[in-house]
């Protein structure tokens, strides 16, 4: 049974003692039932770009966008849509910016 066509909010949380720095695409993965195998790319959108990012198959290329989250804080509220997927467990992972 398909799931998805969802609109989603995530927050970066930083517990570190380190700024973070990252950009605008990152990884999707789906549980094969012994690891995360690639199910896609994710990009997002800020709140305050309105609109939203997506889950994308194959390679994905955004502009080069560095974002940060500030030791001990959040980021930025950060928008996308899931398309129609396979029931299953999903994460997302941010790329290095």
Known sequence: MPVGGSNLAVVMINPTEQKLRYGALGAFERWSGE???????WTMSLASWGGFGTIVQG?????????????HGLGQVEYFSLPPLPTGWYRVRRHQA
């Open 35 to 41: 690891s995360w195998e690639p199910a896609g790319a």
């Open 59 to 71: 390679e994905a290329r955004v502009r080069m966008i560095g974002l940060g989250v500030p030791a």
